[in-house]
C-alpha cells in the first residue's frame, strides 16, 4: 500500500510569511503525528491529531498549529515564520497512536525561511 | 522527561552482529521502548519496540534488561544498507493517555565492508 506523502517537498519562504504543509497518511490510519527536525536540536515532537482532534502537543510556540480532516490527511501551518523555523517537518501515521503501534513517517518537507 | 544514552557512533564490519546499546534508567513501568533509525536524506523507520521481554522481527531483536533500565538493539548480520543513525525512543506517557516519542540524539551507525 502507497506510503506517507507529504507536500510540497521543499519549500522557501521569507521572514513573516506564513506556511502550510500536508501530510497524507497511509489508508485506514487514524493518527497523525508531526516532528521538526533541525541539526542543532534533532527530532522534535511537534504536535499529534487523532481522529480530528488534537491529542497531544508538544512545547511549540503558538505560531505552529494543525489540523486534521475527516479522511484523517493533516495540515501543519507556521505564522509569521522565523529564520529559526528553517528545518525538515516530517509527519508520521499511525493505526491508533504510538503507545504500541509502530509510526511510518513520510520524506518529510524541507522548509528554508530567508 | 525520561532520558536516553547512547553511544555518539559505533562502527561495525559488514556481515557481523551489531549491538546497539540504550540506557533508559528512568523511564516508568508503562513506557514502551522503540527504536528507529534514519538513513540519510530519509525520514524515519520504524525498526522494533517492547515493553518488557525480548522482542524479534525481520529486521532485528531487542533485549531488554530483567530492570527495564537498559536495552539492546541487535543487528543479526549487518549490511552496508544498516549503516543509519539509531534511536532509542521511550514512548512517554505526556497527557491523559497521550504518548509521544521522544528522540533523542542517537548512535551513528557505520558499517565497514
Known amino acids: 500500500k502507497a506510503g506517507v506523502t507529504q507536500t510540497p517537498r521543499y519549500l522557501i519562504k521569507t521572514r513573516g510569511q506564513q506556511v502550510t504543509l500536508s501530510c497524507s497518511p497511509i489508508?485506514?490510519?487514524?493518527?497523525v503525528s508531526w516532528y521538526q527536525q533541525t541539526p542543532g536540536q534533532g527530532l522534535q515532537f511537534l504536535f499529534e491529531?487523532?481522529?480530528?482532534?488534537?491529542?497531544n502537543k508538544g512545547n511549540f510556540p503558538g505560531r505552529f498549529s494543525g489540523r486534521q480532516f475527516s479522511n484523517s490527511r493533516s495540515e501543519m501551518n507556521v505564522s509569521t515564520l522565523e529564520l529559526g523555523d528553517s528545518a525538515l517537518y516530517l509527519c508520521?501515521?499511525?493505526?491508533?497512536?504510538?503507545?504500541?503501534?509502530?509510526?511510518?513517517f513520510g520524506p518529510g518537507t524541507r522548509l528554508t525561511v530567508l | 522527561d525520561a532520558k536516553t544514552t547512547q553511544p555518539n557512533s559505533m562502527e561495525s564490519n559488514e556481515e557481523e552482529p551489531v549491538h546497539l546499546p540504550c540506557n533508559h534508567s528512568?523511564?516508568?513501568?508503562?513506557?514502551?521502548i522503540h527504536w528507529y533509525r534514519q538513513l540519510p536524506s530519509q525520514g524515519p523507520e520504524y525498526v522494533i519496540h517492547?515493553?518488557?521481554s525480548n522482542v524479534n522481527n525481520r529486521m532485528a531483536s531487542l533485549a531488554i534488561a530483567e530492570d527495564r533500565k537498559s536495552s539492546t538493539l541487535i543487528l543479526h548480520r549487518a549490511t552496508l544498507r544498516d549503516a543509519a543513525v539509531y534511536y532509542c525512543?521511550?514512548?512517554?506517557?505526556?497527557?491523559?493517555?497521550?504518548?509521544?516519542?521522544?528522540f533523542g540524539s542517537g548512535t551513528q551507525l557505520t558499517v565497514l565492508p
Open positions: 517492547g515493553l518488557t
Open positions: 528512568t523511564i516508568s513501568g508503562t513506557d514502551y
Open positions: 491529531y487523532f481522529s480530528e482532534t488534537q491529542r
Open positions: 489508508s485506514g490510519h487514524r493518527s
Open positions: 525512543i521511550p514512548a512517554l506517557l505526556t497527557s491523559g493517555s497521550a504518548r509521544q516519542l521522544t
Open positions: 508520521a501515521s499511525s493505526l491508533e497512536g504510538t503507545t504500541n503501534n509502530e509510526q511510518f
